[in-house]
């Protein structure tokens, strides 16, 4: 157990619809960041935020949108899904400057 | 160009034999240097974790940061079955933004 808590483990969706994916970082940490990982793209860079404020933005859709909590769990919103947005979505937590810890991922399909 | 780039593999071995991981980089900003362990599609696994240049040592594990050349390396010894996974490198630069990039990982097997 990496100590970051995503659920739900798995989840099947039809194109259209919407869908949160949670994470809830290690004790301590104030970064989370939210990765996608495809077959063909590898990791990419999602967003990341620190204690509550968005502080940076990869190549996230206009269709995704995150939130990190007073509690520091963050919450990532996929709407309008496509077939596309098929993949595993990892979140992470760090310290400032240090390593990132990754979550086990929540695989998602879209049907 | 990618910022990072990775040869995919995949990498077949003989149990016991030293692996050799590489990656090159273009960003000559980046100042930490990450590689990560991933099996089966898990959520990846921080192996080894470097500050600038030089080299770092845990157990079988030897990161070395080249960065005159831009270019990064994880060495295994005595290498096992169990090494067997995905492994990604992955660096950033300075500064509070925190984000990572990665290679696209290479696959390593390890023949019993």
């Known amino acids: 157990d990496s100590g970051v808590t995503q659920t739900p483990k798995h989840l099947i969706t039809a194109t259209g619809q919407r869908v949160t994916l949670r994470c809830s970082p290690r004790?301590?940490?104030?970064?989370v960041y939210w990765y996608q990982q495809s077959l063909d793209q590898g990791l990419q860079f999602l967003i990341h935020?620190?204690?509550?404020?968005?502080?940076a933005k990869g190549n996230i859709l206009e269709r995704f949108s995150a939130q990190q909590f007073p509690d520091l769990h963050s919450e990532l919103n996929l709407s309008s899904l496509e077939l596309g947005d098929s993949a595993l979505y990892f979140c992470?937590?760090?310290?400032?400057?240090?390593?990132?810890?990754f979550g086990s991922g929540t695989r998602l399909t879209v049907v | 160009q990618k910022e990072v780039e990775q040869d995919p593999g995949p990498l077949s071995v003989p149990e016991g034999a030293i692996v050799s991981l590489n990656c090159t980089y273009s960003n000559s900003a980046f100042q930490y240097f990450m590689w990560y362990r991933q099996y089966s599609r898990k959520g990846p696994e921080l192996l080894m974790y470097t500050y600038s240049s030089g080299n770092k040592e845990d157990g079988r594990f030897t990161a070395q940061v080249d960065k005159s050349s831009k270019y990064i390396s994880l060495f295994i010894r005595d290498s096992q079955p169990s090494d067997s996974a995905t492994y990604l490198c992955a660096m950033r630069i300075s500064g509070n933004t925190g984000k990572l990039i990665f290679g696209q990982g290479t696959t390593l097997q390890v023949k019993p």
């Open positions: 004790s301590g940490d104030l970064s």
């Open positions: 992470a937590s760090s310290v400032l400057e240090g390593g990132y810890t």
């Open positions: 935020y620190y204690n509550g404020e968005e502080r």
